[in-house]
């Protein structure tokens, strides 16, 4: 008489990577990456007030920054903190969905809001303006009248166009959403959340969303009603 015994394969090492906790401090440490880029990029922008000496040498200086190689870093940082977001963020999204393959029969809204529900699809349409932007703004590709290393035209000859700048307005809103929340969300991954200052840091995340929000869409409303010309 034999006996048989089922092997069955070693299930495969959780790594830190692999992790959910792991994913999301990823997606936490990219986002306060990109997060530090977004108010920077409003910060040197703001010059566009100044006129047009102070933002063209602006420019001018981040392309001559370390010899021409500081703004390759910085893209190069920028690329691969905005490639782990993406990455983290859909495979979180897609382990919630294989979690809960069949929705609910009735769901009602209690503790989260409307940015934190529409956080996955404000981000994919964040990600198309940023492509679009890039291609407005830094390649010239979409710009009816783009000349290199000169912002301040730039930025007033494309904003001239009525429906660019309803459409930057309309993504600049969808970022601050975006914002609100997942500055909220990072400061809770990293621990920065105790619920005695809960409240702060929620109001925290709040006033820098509408901070970067305002400052951006100063930008095609000034050019619209005149103040930059």
């Known amino acids: 008489m034999t006996s048989s015994v089922a092997v069955f394969p070693a299930a495969a090492p959780v790594t830190f990577v692999r992790s959910t906790v792991g994913r999301k401090v990823i997606m936490a440490g990219t986002g306060l990456v990109l997060f530090g880029f977004v108010f920077v990029h409003m910060l ?39 490639g782990l ?7 979180l999204t897609l382990q919630s969905w294989a979690a809960r393959p ?3 029969k009735r769901w009602e809204p209690r503790e989260s809001t409307y940015a934190s529900r ?9 990600l198309s303006f940023l492509v679009y932007h890039l291609l407005h703004f830094t390649l010239g590709t979409a710009h009816p009248d783009y000349v290199e ?10 904003f001239r166009v009525v429906p660019v700048s309803i459409f930057y307005i309309v993504a ?16 809770r991954t990293l621990g920065l959340a105790h619920p005695r ?8 995340a709040a006033a820098f969303a509408i901070l970067l929000v305002l400052g951006n869409i100063s930008f095609p409303i000034a050019v619209l009603a005149g103040v930059v010309r």
């Open 118 to 126: 529409t956080m996955r699809w404000s981000g994919v349409i964040v």
């Open 172 to 187: 600049m809103i969808l970022l601050g959403f975006h914002l609100d929340h997942g500055a909220w969300s990072m400061l």
């Open 44 to 82: 040197g922008n703001l010059q566009l007030y100044l006129g047009p000496a102070a933002i063209n040498g602006y420019a001018v200086f981040l392309r001559h920054f370390l010899h021409g190689s500081g703004i390759w870093i910085a893209r190069a940082v920028l690329v691969s903190a905005a």
């Open 197 to 204: 200052y809960a409240r702060y840091a929620r109001a925290a």
């Open 149 to 158: 290393l000169q912002p301040y035209h730039n930025v007033v000859a494309g």
């Open 85 to 91: 977001h993406i990455w983290s963020a859909t495979s």
């Open 102 to 104: 069949v929705g609910y």
